[in-house]
């Protein structure tokens, strides 16, 4: 009876940095029949899913599996080791390291806001949205904290709104120099399992992740990894909680299974997203991301433009952020490019907002399909009346030329 | 590579009080293509499910979507409206009204249980068990409170645990007739869309439900359905609360859009699912229920075993609980059934653990897949030794034959 | 856009002897990606595909794989071994082995019928189709035709429109016993899978089957088993072929591949179908099919009607024809109980239009949904007005019941 | 249990011309529940897709469907309408007129080959295979058979193994000019719903198509539409025929049904990739496959290289045949291609094996789609050392660039 087209079917590029396309092998996961999840089959799927996990985390440590969008994640790593109006040191790399700072003002904490001051005299844009976390701002602040006032410190490992992917293990580096006992809460939603990441060799307490984005998932699971000294926290912690309380959720997934109700069919997709992953090879994955990003962002240059992230250090594997001309309105332009050339890219966000698009390359992005992307984006560019120095997509196909290695056994 | 073939495929029967089956045409829905959901399809979806939400609550007010499981709307519903501290009444029917108190408990809350008293003197099991909501008892407290200490009465609809259906409409006078302003809290996780609901008429502060039971969807979306009375009572609540904050959910809500990042595919399932019950007709839905439940019974009776439920007027249409004699294990004769017979069937929950079995006929239920699940039932009772008074089976189906309407259309 | 809910989705009960329900895990397989059939992963497939149909026969020589539905496997089985002119010896088994005689007429063959004659005096039924393959009659015929004009013989395995599994091997026996050299065509369109086959034990040259009966696919490949006699025929068989000549088949899939296009996606089915089969075992498959067919004939006996197949060691696993008393319309018995209860049975064919109705039993069919079915038929009958002795579900019930064996592992 | 990755799961970009990659649309479609093909519902989708295919061939006469593969169709056409020994013109546009010529043959028939003679001198293939039907040449033919001995005359549309799609109404005003009673035979299966078809105003007796390539399906399904000219024919015909035969079909046709098992989920399919084609409309699909075939051709000239379709009148919109410089095999390039790049793409066949390959923008390609697909071919004919003029990419670019129009409504 009803007709689900909202999109033009089966044809739209989603070159947003997230939702990433679900690639077919998922959605044939997804409509596995939902089972009793109290009964005998369900706990071989726990195992399953709470083992891999730990291997995509880089972790030996609990995983801690949310039926609920990564927001609902944020808000599990805060209350979980918080208690009301505690002081929160927050580095703001941009609109999502942003909204995280609300949400802790909002459930009764005292974050305090830590960036890198300045506007950048070329295109106007906030210093602190052009680059990563400043690891000595950090050490700096909470040398001063001799009190120990600071409960937690939160960063962004890779900030979504702006394509800057941070050095987590600086930012624990810079806590452990200060002497300071903070813990570490970080947020890679979208880094995860297209950027390397390492909850226990980089000291992070609690990581904050996500389905769909590196994992390739619909949006509906979220994550928290904790660290023994989280764990140790949250048994003083007094901010109050009940859905997102890891004490519960922890021993009961012992056993292979939840306290409440899984979003089990999201939970088949996970196995099956750890198994493409492993299949390719953690390292491979993140290889390819990183080889995509110096691709799209060659394509960036040669179209004359600037990269939103200004320090080539952290710059992401998983989107890039496309600064346009002063003048040119970047939402004009996507609009453009969506109803001419059927490809969805990300708007910019909050300070960002009509100076610049992003384009993702996360998930299964290969080849291909970013070079479908930069295309679509070079005409648009184009039709919109935008004077480009040079064609990316060419800059773009010099470096996957030269950098392609095998993608697929030819078995002939 | 891997296999998700955690149980025997395709030809299980799920035969529990939800998670239901999943209709082949929402798995389809599910399977639709993720969008940007903040891009320019997606407001035409957000309206459709809201609209449609809308008329399945039986309301013209908010129906807040979570992309989260049941448990967390049963804590939204709670954060949005309570201040630390405050009291509760909550009528205990069963397990989960039991576990939302906890919930109250563990979240700052004051709440006071309301139960009816009492064991059952042949079966051994707690009259407030095996009853519905008992409205004068909740009157006779609320009348006691003068000072209007108590904030809000949480009653279940329909109570999982034991297959009991409560007269909402009765609960709402009950708190009318003592003149009292708390706010009434109903949990209709389980009777939604199955059972009749009517947010509006019958006057309901917060209705508190889910997607897969009912609709039919996989765990994974959850709701509070609120009242105008709702609302301004969560302008002065003071529990902490973010991800669940109704207020800038329901603002953005008014263009169709979320302000964090919404289960898109389970949203494409629940206008699907929508769009089949509305073919169907709500009240032939509840009609369908109703017989299922009426033939489920009867077969209950026929061998000889006790309804969980001791209260003709509030048999649930959802599900009913099956006592087993003294003496017999439900959970070995669960087992049993399993291995036999391939059927899931719902656990004894807490203090019916062994007592009791369920049997759900929720959500895309009809009398065939019901006779399916009452034949393995019953020949998995004979099977473990326990003694049958005649065939529940050949009693059910006189009451589905007697009752039988048309359910297809014979184009011939 | 548009709508494809020509049925009542997903609770409709397909109870016909074939198309049979098709298990989700082959609807999943057939969504992979449609491959280039001449690119290299496509040989892995077609090695996988044609080693697992040799098992499924039970063969070590060729099987030739049509991507057309059974019929054309019929038209195979004929103009690749015959000439025109040539002398056909067929046996009348029922509806299908009429139609497949009508087809060698067509062709320009001339078939002649062998058949049980006789009318039943009860029931008003030809004796020939209530029965099996009588080898000592295809002996007589055989031994009278001393210049060996007739080329093959064909015969039905399975006959779908009356529920008789015939004696392959003893029709093998009885070509031998006459020491006459045709060739022994068989028809096991609806047995394979679900009965026991023996292509090469039981000496049969030509096997005609297909693949949504047994195999549990949607209609569109079919099959013919080629034993090395029937090969060495197809080089002097003087009927035109192009699209069914095994020459060419044969020799292209000796690398994985086939000449033309073949249906990839059934392909997938297939091999996920064959993996089933294999998991759960093929004697286990049979046995299963075996006792499901035991439980409906019981069912019927104990309605007090007659099984269409009035010969006990031939009763077929796959499928129980049902005869109506005189003066009822099987067909409106069918109509009423599609309408009420969802659920479809096989029409009487032919010369049993109205007189019968069948139940399938087969492909993914268990005990639960058998009883289903058979809980739809005791309804729809009685509200038919006609008279049943007893409860053929109860009767079916005892059957399983005593039988049963674990389907299912419980792993707790 | 079984692992159908045969290919890179997901990520794969099919750029061969046909089969085209299946829409998404289209395998849900084709997941819905196996109906009976005897039942009541089935009618009314049978009905549904016989008129749709009319819309399709743009006839008002009968589209015959065949459950089969392309092949199937070929001989149908011709056992349908001629006898043994039959007189046939075929002229040989590439490998499958060839192939079509082969099957003739082999069926008894007498044909007789017309094509352009010579070979191209500065690529050495033969002129015939890369120029569309010379309309002059079958004109000269048929005046001189004043017996009228030729009964056919068979030409391909879209010749899928060059890329060359002829002029169907200039061979019909051929035909008429010479005032031969031969019946007009043409093979469609990669032109239609691609290119513009149309079976009654050009005069065409029998159209042959298939499913798999602008229809968008997997293979499985064939079509034969039939002129009233061509029906008069098959009653004296006197090839042999069954499965193929039109008359039992057709007749049956009128109440929706088929005498034989359809495929029917491929048919659910059918129906919705007619309506997705009616959806963007015949004349809007016809002309996005003609710009992207102008940008195909943009970017292989732009490369330096010849496109093998010589004359620009017949350049198909289907597919683009590619010559690669002498010395170069390209099958090596394709292999790389396919290794690095993840890309598959049409083989040259027969003649053109090694000097050829083939890029499909047929079916759901889009700007993007092609864009990717130019994009691996130039990285790959770089790094297999091909020396190439200039950027293909860059000039397709410039094509739809300047061509394009509105794909998808920004509804905001």
């Known amino acids: 009876m009803t007709s689900l087209n909202f999109h033009p079917a089966g044809r739209h590029v989603l070159g947003i940095p997230g939702p990433s396309p679900v690639p077919d092998r998922l959605l044939r996961a997804m409509s596995y029949p939902t089972i009793d999840h109290r009964g005998p089959e369900f706990g071989v799927l726990g195992h399953r899913v709470l083992a891999g996990l730990q291997r995509i985390f880089q972790t030996r440590h609990p995983v801690v599996v949310y039926p609920a969008s990564g927001t609902g994640a944020w808000e599990a790593a805060l209350t979980n080791v918080l208690s009301p109006g505690d002081a ?4 703001e790399t941009g609109h999502f390291a942003s909204l995280w700072r609300k949400m802790a003002e909002r459930l009764g904490l005292a974050p305090e806001v830590v960036a890198l001051p300045g506007i950048c005299p070329q295109t106007g844009l906030p210093n602190s949205w052009r680059r990563g976390v400043q690891p000595d701002l950090i050490e700096r602040r909470l040398r001063e904290d001799g009190g120990h006032q600071i409960k937690a410190v939160c960063v962004v490992h890779n900030e979504t709104s702006t394509g800057v992917t941070s050095d987590i293990a600086a930012v624990r580096r810079a806590i452990d120099a200060a002497g300071h006992p903070a813990l570490l809460l970080v947020d890679t939603i979208s880094g995860l399992a297209s950027a390397d990441y390492r909850h226990d060799e980089w000291g992070v307490d609690v990581t904050v992740s996500g389905s769909q984005k590196g994992l390739m998932l619909p949006p509906g699971i979220s ?18 909680k009940a859905f997102w309380a890891w004490d519960e959720i922890i021993e009961i997934n012992k056993t292979g299974y939840w306290p409440y109700t899984p979003n089990t069919n999201l939970l ?4 099956e997203a750890v198994d493409m992953l492993e299949t390719e090879g953690l390292s491979a994955v993140f290889a390819r991301h ?5 691709a799209c962002r060659a394509a960036v ?3 004359g433009l600037d990269v939103q992230c200004a320090d080539p250090a952290v710059y992401s594997p998983v989107l890039t952020g496309v600064v346009v001309p002063q003048g040119v309105d970047a939402d004009a332009v996507r609009q453009l490019i969506y109803e001419r050339f059927n490809l969805s890219l990300g708007t910019g966000l909050s300070k960002l907002k009509g100076r610049m698009f992003r384009i993702g ?3 299964e992005c290969n080849d291909l399909s970013l ?4 295309s679509g984006c070079e005409m648009g560019l184009k039709l919109a009346g935008v004077r480009l120095q040079g064609s990316g997509v060419a800059a773009a196909m010099e470096v996957l030329q030269h950098s392609a290695t095998c993608q697929a056994r030819y078995p002939g």
Chains 1, 2, 3, 4 share one sequence.
């Open 88 to 91: 929160v040191l927050m580095y």
């Open 223 to 240: 994550f928290n990894a904790v660290s023994p000294k989280a764990l140790e926290a949250a048994r003083s912690a007094r901010l109050p």
């Open 268 to 271: 088949y997709a996970l196995v």
């Open 290 to 294: 990183q080889r995509l990003g110096a």
């Open 301 to 303: 240059l040669a179209w």
């Open 361 to 363: 390359h996360l998930g």
């Open 371 to 374: 070079l479908a992307a930069l």
